[in-house]
């Protein structure tokens, strides 16, 4: 099975359908506005719709403009501040989560780092513009290509906001918005003129809208259509990627005549140890290796309510990056700078005599510590902090990330010579891209 994304816990996308104004209070305004012997009801219709019009083009830009500003109190980090421990409590994390270094420019892990960005948690919007100097790609995750019969369309653009990209850009950041591919593999991968309309349609929103490439996911979808148990599929599908990549690569960006648009792709980890046919090994990295600029490796959502435990195991994350790179020194591991290590800003809140649970934020995680002041463990196995707590006679337990357990990680990224994808930075604490 393939692990879970948080993004499908999410509550329902935002839509601009949210924003439209009802049709009483428009039209209320609309009456007063208009008033007196020379207005014409004729004229009513025209103005409705260009509120209507301006609300939708507004929408997603408005939601984003409630920024959140981290408290900048020290000119040191969190290394500095001796915050970066096993033993740590819920007082001092509560104290000190939202205080931030004022060089926000400082970085830590030197390789490249990729940070998620979801509109269904805006703040990381402004986390991305506050710490860009930590991020070298930022992935806003706006669009689904998806099948209508024998058409295809691409869902999404809704949510573009060229300031926000432009301003990024000009912080040294490449932004790659994720693109989902729902459409049914059988018009994707067998009909030709259908596949090229699908890269094209993928390749002409980057150039029109400016962006610096595209994070695809597909692997998932296509491992739900049963496309990779068959090996003619399976190698059409890895043929689609190295398509779209080697036309990416053949596209010029607005930035530079020079400046080629870029394909990272993401890939599940490894569940088991004998690798099956959903499994994306390291016979598919190579094929690919040529036609992509990255692999987001999803080392996250390891453990899940029916089987409850830390979200992302050290030893989990070492086992995917050998299993796709071979043992360390190989003539393979040359490939791991393509790998980008999965990292989870988001934690877990586990009902454990129920098999239940839910997908906590750092607001979540925050909550939590005021309301139940708990004991901290450091789980040497996972390398992770938890917390167990009683809430109306039943047991909980919440594993979230901390400095110590993101550090480990960066480490150990950091020794194999991969690069960081983090999931998603709306979701975090403040004192997190300190670490970075």
Known sequence: MPPRRRDRRRPRDPSPESSRPSTAAASSSSSSSLSGPRFRPALLAPLLLLLVLTALHFSGLLSRSRTHTPQVGTKLSVYERGL???????????????????????RHFRNPVLAYVTPWNSKGYDMAKLFSAKFTHISPVWYDLKSDGNKLVL?????FDARWVSELQSNGSLVLPRVVLEAFPGIVLLKKKLRDKAI???VSECRDKGYDGVVLESWSRWSAYGVLD???????????????????????????THHRLKLIYV???PRMKELNNHDFGSEDLLQLADSVDGFSLMTYDFSGPQNPGPSAPLSWMQYSLNTLLSAKGSASHGHSHLIFLGINFYGNDFLLSKGDGNAITGRDFIDLLEKYKPSLQWDEKSSEHFFVY?????????FYPTLMSLSVRLDEAQDWGTGLSIWEIGQGLDYFFDVL
């Open 390 to 398: 009683s809430n109306k006679g039943l047991r909980h337990a919440v």
């Open 84 to 106: 970066v421990k096993r033993d740590v409590s819920a007082s001092e994390i509560l104290t000190e989560h939202a205080t931030v270094s004022e060089n926000r420019s400082r």
């Open 230 to 256: 068959d090996p003619e599929l399976r190698n059409m599908a890895l043929q689609f990627v190295k398509h779209l990549g080697k036309t990416l690569h053949l596209t010029s960006s607005n930035l530079s």
């Open 200 to 202: 094209d349609l993928i």
């Open 267 to 269: 890939i599940p980890a």
């Open 155 to 159: 869902e999404g653009q809704h949510n």
